[in-house]
């Protein structure tokens, strides 16, 4: 009591002679509340995704990390969440991991990745040369990596209640509908500065954080609750079309240029149809290529000819340039790669007018952890869509567990094809930086949350009497 009066007095004093100590540092201010967030989270372990999920959404601010990165808190809390729980098996003497097929990719990709960062050491080019923070960026990347591929892991292990899962949603869905008005508003109408990083009306959208592949989840997991989720109430049917709507309507029509945005979420959507009703699915794609075809022009201008003045299509810049330029590097290191974000050093060396990320998930992992690497990756994203249809198939139809769950599936395939348009998965370390756990980290969440209800439908048919 008398620390939390004394942090107290410290605040007011700080208010009131306002040296700016709280603005520099505002994670200070969680300082009080870390040891009982810590407790909770060590009694109840299954709350770290609760936990994880609203610092990803709301904690905008990072640790420095020496260079032009911020080391996010969702990204410490995961790394902790995830320690705590093996320290706790192993202070119990009883470490043991539930089964799933996402087990051994998600092993052997670990592997790979430490092995590739030795291993690309000693076979680095004699003409290149390592900066000297380049640790620290290798660090980060490996600590991304291993945070983000491990949260499915962590949600079927952890999560023994549905109820998370809908706290969860709901957080989402709250997060939206707080979001997407705002932002509506400093489109249309304040046109705030996109390099301000004040705090008003007109940039309020900007505290929530719905950056990467967010806009794919809520739009399959929200069009999937509607199609699939029977016993909804009236309300929550109604955010639910609210949050859906405003969505489609931030996608479609605000950002039509940014593919990236849309194009995974269109398809995946697409998914959601053909599983629900072949007839409703091809009325879609009918309808859909009958308003193409009548705003064939406006469609063009808005995505083609943008992305060309972008330099995205064409020019020295192009995504064709960039990608040849990635299987020239891969070439000479087909097996392990470049290691953590290691071709950024060659690009400097071989290509330094034209020393740009690949915008490209699997040409980063191509070029940081090889063919292997590569095979690997692609065996834990496949496993992990697989898994995700077997748990729809445990679920009880028009249940929100069956509902979420055929959202999360198709969700995955969009993550699949988002993969292809930029780092929006695994952030590469000179692009997103590790800043961008904070968003790319929605794939791992949500998938693993659907995964977690399987896990729980599974542990119930295998009880005894039932």
């Not at 992990?384 to 249809?389: P, T």
Request: charged fraction near 10%.
């Amino acid at each position: 009591m008398l620390v939390l009066l004394g942090f107290g007095c410290f605040i007011a004093v700080e208010l009131l002679l306002g040296s700016g100590f709280l603005l520099s540092r505002p994670y200070f201010l969680l300082l009080p509340v870390l040891p009982f967030i810590f407790l909770l989270i060590s009694a109840r372990l299954e709350l770290g995704i609760v936990a994880l999920l609203f610092c990803m959404m709301w904690v905008r601010f990072g640790l420095s990390t020496g260079t032009a990165s911020k080391l996010p808190i969702s990204l410490l809390f995961a790394l902790f969440w995830g320690g705590l729980w093996l320290v706790k098996m192993a202070l119990e003497g009883d470490i043991r991991f539930i089964r799933s097929p996402l087990n051994k990719p998600v092993l052997y990709f670990i592997i790979i990745l430490l092995l590739s960062t030795f291993w690309s050491r000693f076979l680095i080019d004699p003409q290149v040369v390592l900066w000297s923070g380049f640790e620290k960026v290798q660090l980060g990347t490996v600590g991304v990596t291993i945070a983000s591929i491990t949260i499915p892991i962590l949600c079927i292990n952890l999560i023994k209640n549905n109820k998370l899962v809908k706290i969860c949603y709901g957080l989402a869905v709250a997060g939206s509908l707080f979001y997407l008005p705002f932002y509506t508003y400093e489109v249309f109408f304040a046109k705030a500065s996109a390099d301000t990083n004040e705090i008003s009306l007109a940039t309020l959208s900007r505290v929530f954080n719905s950056g990467g592949l967010f806009p794919l989840w809520m739009c399959t997991l929200s069009l999937a609750m509607l199609f699939y989720a029977r016993n909804l109430g009236k309300w929550q049917r109604f955010f639910i079309i609210l949050c859906l709507g405003g969505w489609l309507f931030r996608l479609f029509v605000v950002t039509l240029v940014r593919i990236s945005g849309w194009l995974p979420a269109l398809m995946a959507m697409l998914v959601i149809l053909f599983l629900y009703s072949r007839k409703l699915f091809f009325f879609f794609l009918l309808a859909s290529a009958i308003l193409i075809a009548i705003n064939y022009q406006t469609i063009y201008d808005a995505t083609v000819v943008q992305k060309e003045k972008e330099g995205t299509l064409s020019g020295e810049t192009s995504r064709q340039n960039l990608w040849n330029q990635a299987f020239q590097v891969s070439q000479d290191h087909p097996l392990l790669g470049t290691g953590p974000a290691g071709y950024g050093n060659y690009y400097m060396v071989y290509f330094r007018d034209l020393s740009l990320s690949t915008h490209n998930n699997y040409l980063d992992m191509l070029l940081q952890y090889g063919l292997i690497g590569l095979g690997i990756f692609l065996w834990l994203c496949f496993s992990l869509i697989k898994e995700l249809w077997k748990s729809a198939a445990l679920q009880q139809k028009g249940s929100f567990e069956h509902a979420f769950t055929i959202g999360a599936f198709a969700g995955s395939i969009g993550m699949m094809i988002g993969m292809w348009l930029g780092d929006w998965v695994i952030p590469f370390a000179y692009n997103q930086t590790i800043s961008g756990f904070n968003y790319t980290a929605y794939n791992w969440v949500f998938s693993g949350l659907a995964l977690a209800l399987g896990q729980i439908a599974r542990k119930a048919r295998t009880k005894p009497g039932e």
